[in-house]
């Protein structure tokens, strides 16, 4: 019940990621989005975030199931009365809790815009060429994460 | 330091006064010397740590907002630690000292907190003054132990890092007791725990089957709040020792500035008698022609 329930919440939500949310609950969705080195959100009323999980992209609005996601390489985006942002996150989690409160800590997350596609392709090209020549076990599987996560950027950073 | 040296010192010297000869004015002048140079490096440790404790404040405000928020699952689902759990001690400190009371703070903490607990624990200590102060009591405990920590701001790297060692280090261990200074103000530290709860005890957490999440997730989440928990521990830390730092150094500086004036006293007023008493000669040996 429990899974239909929120693989009915998780559809829902993303057909409707490109318009605005209406005034979904009497609380707000309260946002705390935060890096080690940096607080992006800090408690923050917002109207609907879109994470990427690892199982699966999901939109989260106030009142959504309390739940812990896993978060892969990809955008996260923040939509607000004001406007949106996105931001691009190298891996974290997500966990909503049942007062409508939603802590995101990743890794790293910078806005998309400040990406420079010309280096993502770079580095793109000098991962792939490492994780071929890679003797290691160990590094082989390191460069083989790097790649994945320049891959969703560059992805992310045409895709906008 | 300097405040436990003067009182003797300035005791011995206004007793001898009235005995004093030229040969101690070369003493006192030497004196002097070192303690105006000791004087003037306090001064600039002081103030690169008044510099650091800007930076570290700064990047504690953003840690404990991420590590704070991180952990809030385990208030959030009022989770307590299971009966029988393996516990173990972080200490978290650093190899650098002239820091006041930063790092015996901690070391007495942990050891209030292990006599609760009855039975012994093990403990693994960040930064070398850590592990010379908990070796003084519990050597057979302390299981791991890292260095290179406190000269610049600990970043998440060096968190992760540690987390992986000591997880990948079989030391046996299902729950984590974290202990830091916690950096209540400017001039104030406290020693605090953070609770790293195991997967076990999360899952048996009364509000936590509200959460929905896959299996294989929690075992990443929990690799996750460990290493958050920790980078949040050693950055606080930090900020709290180049406070305590500024402090110390600050003291230091007085008490040399102190001692400076008082021994430069003493050395105006012995030149002035060794004057006076050669004077005195003069006279005596003219008035007798």
Redo the contacts between chains.
Sequence with gaps: M?FLA?SVRAVRPVRMVRSYATEAASAGLRL?F??????IF?DVSVTQVNIAA??GDMGILASH??????LRPGVIEVIEAAGSKKFFVSG??A?????SSL?I?A?EAFPVEEFSAETVRHNLAEAQRQSNSASTEEEKLAAKIEVEVLESLQAAISAK | MFASRAQPVASVLSAGVQTRNMGTLREIQLRLNAIKNIGKITKSMKMIASTKVGKAQRAMESARVYGSSSASIYKNANTVPLENEDKVYIVSSSDRGLCGGIHSSVAKATRRMMAADGASSNVIVLGDKAKNQMSRTNRGDIQLSFNQIGKAIPTFAEACAAADTIKTSGVKFDTATIVYNEFTSAIAYEATPINVYSPEALKAADAFAAYELDDEVLENYNEFLFANNIYWGLVEGHASEMSAKRTAMENATKNAGEMVDRLTMTYNRSRQAAITSELVDIITGASAL
Excluded: L
């Design positions: 429990n929120r705390t935060a890096v080690p080195h940096q607080t800090k690892v199982s199931v309390p739940s812990i996601e896993q974290g989690f966990t909503m809790n049942p007062d802590n800590n890794v």
